[in-house]
């Protein structure tokens, strides 16, 4: 749909539910909270309040449906857009291999403004339907097909950070998909973040810079991206320490890790989210956390393609900023539901163990389970936070981002039987289909 104007300038009253801690839940039942004509949100007023009161009385005052309530819109922080047409498609293969024979024939068809067009549109259109407010996307190496990206953002109303993907190193990308040469890589970033910035009437869509990983990459190319960094301060996003092979790479080429190398070309800031990064050691967590850099934990994709489980609890209790992430298409499904789900899943089998041959006491990594309330958080305010974006929670200052959620919707698939839906939250986490999100909101402008 062309999105609308939605909750702009008006007040809403309904029930909202956030998770500004992992593990807690907020309910604020019949809370009203008032959006400014940008969209930011200007008050958030509770039940029984002086505020509350005077909110009540205003006469653009919209109420969501009874039954229904409110939550923030789904932060992916790892899409690879030009995978889409091959969304659960050639999953069985190492990733080395899929890259070669599959991704990066894909990715090179983007030279072509009119199969990029559809395919793209199509994919925001579905990422918004399915509560998707923000995502950060990898686009491809081409400079055009990755601007007309961040134009049909801006044009179906979904906050998108956007990187042109840096890839030049001829000893692992071919020639059909390669950056001409390091010079062309840094010029062609530097021009693409020049060009969204220019975006007219650009109010959510964000350029970020984009070295694919190490592997792809010369050392002019990361050190020229780095300086880059220093220069527009945008987001910054690579693969970190995905799977045995790409952590083995770095460790062969420079004697250290993804990260220490990442941060040796100052591509390691506040504002830099590492994808995967399933073999950060200590040390590495460590440096992450002193750059307050972000981790993308793409739970479903590492499934097919990362040899091991990312230590999300270990993660956690460091204090690094972490949310969730789908990786289309590494990851067969689109779904921040789904990401949800997986990331509760494989942490269950990090915490046990999965060889039913070994004893139970040596199965698994005791304590490395997380719940389904962790991963709303991480879907939400976490990646608002890895972001530092002020999105994923109902707070004053915060971006009027949401998803209404109808429970009872009849062709979806949360069956409460009447319960109340506030005390069955995980379970509506758990068992919602694209029917039971009834309207999305990106910055009070209704999209989906
Ligand atoms: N490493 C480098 N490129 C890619 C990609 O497109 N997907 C995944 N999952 N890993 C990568
Ligand atoms: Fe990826």
């Not at 498609?89 to 990715?107: N, Q, R, S």
């Not at 950060?136 to 950070?161: K, N, P, V, W």
């Not at 539901?337 to 698994?364: H, I, M, N």
């Not at 971006?399 to 506030?422: E, K, N, T, W």
Request: net charge negative; proline share 4%.
């Amino acid at each position: 749909m062309a999105k609308t104007a939605g909750w702009r300038g008006r007040a809403v009253r309904g029930t909202f539910v956030h998770a500004p801690e992992p593990g807690t839940i907020e309910v604020m039942r019949d809370a009203i909270i008032s959006v400014d004509d940008a969209g930011t949100i200007s008050e958030v007023a509770a039940a029984g309040t002086a505020a509350h009161a005077a909110l009540a009385g205003r006469d653009d005052l919209m109420t969501v449906a009874q039954g229904q309530f409110v939550i923030p819109g789904f932060v992916d922080l790892h899409v690879h857009a030009p995978q889409y047409p091959q969304l659960g498609e050639a999953l069985d293969v190492p990733l080395e291999v899929w890259l070669g024979k599959y991704t990066f024939p894909l990715e090179a068809r983007y030279a072509d403004l009119d199969f990029a067009r559809e395919r793209y549109t199509q994919l925001v259109a579905d990422l918004l339907r399915g509560g998707t407010t923000t995502a950060l996307y990898f686009a491809t190496m081409h400079r055009d097909a990755s601007l007309l990206l961040a134009e049909i953002c801006l044009d179906r109303g979904q906050r998108g950070l956007v990187g042109k993907v840096a890839m030049d190193d001829a000893a692992s990308c071919p020639d059909y998909c390669r950056d001409a040469s390091p010079e062309a890589a840094v010029a062609d970033t530097r021009a693409f973040i020049a060009d969204v910035r220019a975006l007219p009437d650009n109010d959510r869509v964000l350029p970020v810079v984009t070295p694919r990983f190490i592997p792809a990459c010369t050392d002019e190319t990361l050190a020229g991206l780095g300086k880059l960094v220093a220069e527009c301060g945008c987001h910054v996003q690579t693969h970190c320490s995905e799977s045995d092979w790409a952590h083995q790479h770095a460790i062969t080429r420079y004697g250290m890790t993804d990260s220490e190398a990442l941060d040796g070309f100052g591509l390691m800031t506040r504002k830099t989210l590492l994808a995967h990064s399933v073999f950060l050691t200590d040390d590495d967590m460590a440096l992450v956390k002193a750059r307050g850099a972000g981790v993308a934990h793409c739970a479903l994709s590492n499934t097919y393609f990362a040899n091991a489980v990312f230590p999300l609890r270990r993660a956690l209790d460091k204090g690094l900023n972490i949310g969730l992430g789908t990786d289309i298409s590494g990851g067969p499904s689109g779904s921040m539901l789904e990401a949800c789900r997986a990331t509760v899943a494989v942490s269950r089998q990090l915490d046990t163990g999965v060889d039913p041959k070994l004893a139970q006491d040596g199965r698994g990594v005791a304590g490395s389970r997380v719940d389904m309330r962790i991963a709303f958080h991480l879907a939400t305010t976490g990646g608002g936070v890895a972001l530092d974006l002020p999105i994923g929670l109902f707070r004053k200052g915060y971006q009027a981002d949401a998803i209404v959620v109808d429970p009872a919707a009849a062709d979806g698939s949360v069956r409460l039987f009447g319960a109340d839906p506030l005390d069955h939250l995980e379970q509506i986490l758990y068992t919602a289909s694209l029917a039971n999100l009834a309207q999305i909101h990106v910055s009070g402008e209704r999209v989906a």
